[in-house]
């Protein structure tokens, strides 16, 4: 299986990071791309760098957006 192109960097209870998953998951299904998840509370590092930036989407391994997904910038993003 390949890696996914989208990597989601969120942590539980975070109601922006509910809202750019829902977006994330249409917009693969859409496209036939699949995402993964990273919960910041796993890594202190992670916790550090993007604390009071969540959710944080990285596409292709690049930071794409935080705190909100736009869709239409994602799926150009994807299509690029």
Request: net charge negative.
């Amino acid at each position: 299986m390949s890696t996914p192109r989208i990597t989601l960097y969120s942590r539980p209870g975070c109601h922006l990071c509910d809202e750019a998953r829902l977006v994330i998951e249409r917009v693969c299904a859409d496209l036939g791309e699949s995402y993964g998840e990273v919960s910041i509370d796993d890594d202190p590092v992670l916790r550090e760098r993007f604390g009071e930036e969540i959710p944080v989407t990285f596409v292709d391994g690049r930071q794409h957006d935080f705190w909100r997904v736009d869709e239409q910038r994602l799926r150009a993003a994807l299509a690029g």
